[in-house]
C-alpha cells in the first residue's frame, strides 16, 4: 500500500506564494502521472496542474503563468509552486499519484492524499 502525505498548505495574502510538496511512500515500484487538484465546498473537485514522468505538464487555465508544477523521481515527490495568489485560490489541494506497487504484474493505482488547506486573504 502507497500513501501520499502534502504539506505547505497555510494562509497567504493576494499577490503572496505558497509551496506544496507531496511525498509518495510506501510500497512503490513505479510513480507515473502526479498532480494537484482542489476543491471548494459546494463544488467539484478541479484540476489544477498534472506532471508525467517525462516532465510533461498540463495547467488548469485559472492557474496559467501562475502556479509551476515540479517532480523530483527519485524523492517521488511532486511540488506545486503557487505565485500572485488570489482569493478564488482559495481551496482544499489535494495531491494526486497514479502508482504501479510492483515490477509484475502491472498493476497501476491512483492514490489521493488527504488534502491540505489554502487560504488567500488578505
Known amino acids: 500500500q502507497a500513501q501520499l502525505v502534502e504539506s505547505g498548505g497555510g494562509l497567504a495574502q493576494p499577490g503572496g506564494s505558497l509551496r506544496l510538496s507531496c511525498v509518495a511512500s510506501?510500497?512503490?515500484?513505479?510513480?507515473?502521472?502526479m498532480g494537484w487538484y482542489r476543491k471548494v465546498q459546494g463544488k467539484q473537485r478541479d484540476v489544477v496542474a498534472t506532471?508525467?514522468?517525462?516532465?510533461?505538464?498540463n495547467y488548469g487555465d485559472s492557474v496559467k503563468g501562475r502556479f509551476t508544477i515540479s517532480r523530483d523521481n527519485a524523492k517521488n515527490t511532486v511540488y506545486l509552486q503557487m505565485n500572485s495568489l488570489k482569493p478564488e485560490d482559495t481551496a482544499v489541494y489535494y495531491c494526486?499519484?497514479?502508482?504501479?506497487?510492483?515490477?509484475?504484474?502491472?498493476?497501476?493505482?491512483?492514490?489521493w492524499g488527504q488534502g491540505t488547506q489554502v487560504t488567500v486573504s488578505s
Open positions: 494526486n499519484a497514479v502508482i504501479r506497487p510492483n515490477p509484475i504484474p502491472d498493476n497501476r493505482y491512483n492514490y
Open positions: 510506501g510500497n512503490i515500484f513505479m510513480v507515473y502521472a
Open positions: 506532471i508525467n514522468s517525462a516532465g510533461t505538464t
